[in-house]
T-cell receptor, first 112, second 114 residues
Framework: AQSVTQPDIHITVSEGASLELRCNYS??????LFWYVQSPGQGLQLLLK??????LVQGIKGFEAEFKRSQSSFNLRKPSVHWSDAAEYFC??????????FGTGTSLTVIP | SAVISQKPSRDICQRGTSLTIQCQVD?????MFWYRQQPGQSLTLIAT?????????ESGFVIDKFPISRPNLTFSTLTVSNMSPEDSSIYLC???????????FGQGTRLTVV
C-alpha cells in the first residue's frame, strides 16, 4: 500500500541555518513526489515536484529536494532558512489517477 | 498553475445542519478532488469529483454524508450533511490539469460545528 512517512513532527532551526526535512515513501511503481507548504490559515502551495530525470530538483523559495530510490526518500533542503519559512510542510506521493497520499507533516519553527 | 476560489473561507454551523462548499477554478481542469484536514492532521482524500457523473469516494466516506457535484470542468461543490462536531475540519478543494501532474489547492474552508 502507498504511504508517506515524515519522521519529524516538529523542527526548530535558527534563522540563517540550513534545513533538511525528511520524507520516506512506500509505493509500488515509479513515484511522483511533491513537497507542499502550508502557512497558518492557508491552503497548500507547491514547493517542488519530481516526476523523472535529474534526481535533484529545484523549487521555489530556494528549496530543493533529492530523490533517492534506493532509500525511498525525498528529503527537502534549504541552505539558509528565513523567518518567513515557518510553516507546515507536507510530502506527498502521487499515484495513478492523481490520487495523492500525504505525510503527516512537519511543523517548522524559525527562531531569530 | 491554477487559481482556485473556495467559498466560504470559514463557517460556524449548528449540529444537524448542512453546509455546501464551492470550488471555482479559473480555467478548465481534468481532475478535481476534495480533501479533509482534521485539526493537527494531514490531508485525507474524501472523493474525486467527476464531471457529469457520480463522484468516486474513498473508503470511509459516503455520498449521503458528503454529496458532491461537478456540473462542468471549472466548478464543484461539496456538501457536509447532518453535521456533528466531529465534522469540524478544514475542507480543501484540489485540482489537476491532467492526470499524473501536480495538484493545486484552494485556501480551504474552516468548518466548526457546535
Amino acid at each position: 500500500a502507498q504511504s508517506v512517512t515524515q519522521p519529524d513532527i516538529h523542527i526548530t532551526v535558527s534563522e540563517g541555518a540550513s534545513l533538511e526535512l525528511r520524507c520516506n515513501y512506500s509505493y509500488g511503481a515509479t513515484p511522483y513526489l511533491f513537497w507542499y507548504v502550508q502557512s497558518p490559515g492557508q491552503g497548500l502551495q507547491l514547493l517542488l515536484k519530481y516526476f523523472s530525470g535529474d534526481t535533484l530538483v529545484q523549487g521555489i523559495k530556494g528549496f530543493e529536494a533529492e530523490f533517492k530510490r534506493s532509500q525511498s526518500s525525498f528529503n527537502l533542503r534549504k541552505p539558509s532558512v528565513h523567518w518567513s519559512d515557518a510553516a507546515e510542510y507536507f510530502c506527498a506521493v502521487g499515484a495513478s489517477g492523481n490520487q495523492f497520499y500525504f505525510g503527516t507533516g512537519t511543523s517548522l519553527t524559525v527562531i531569530p | 498553475s491554477a487559481v482556485i476560489s473556495q467559498k466560504p473561507s470559514r463557517d460556524i454551523c449548528q449540529r444537524g445542519t448542512s453546509l455546501t462548499i464551492q470550488c471555482q477554478v479559473d480555467s478548465q481542469v481534468t481532475m478535481m478532488f476534495w480533501y479533509r484536514q482534521q485539526p493537527g492532521q494531514s490531508l485525507t482524500l474524501i472523493a474525486t469529483a467527476n464531471q457529469g457523473s457520480e463522484a468516486t469516494y474513498e473508503s470511509g466516506f459516503v455520498i449521503d454524508k458528503f454529496p458532491i457535484s461537478r456540473p462542468n470542468l471549472t466548478f464543484s461543490t461539496l456538501t457536509v450533511s447532518n453535521m456533528s462536531p466531529e465534522d469540524s475540519s478544514i475542507y480543501l478543494c484540489s485540482v489537476a490539469r491532467t492526470t499524473n501532474t501536480e495538484a493545486f489547492f484552494g485556501q480551504g474552508t474552516r468548518l466548526t460545528v457546535v
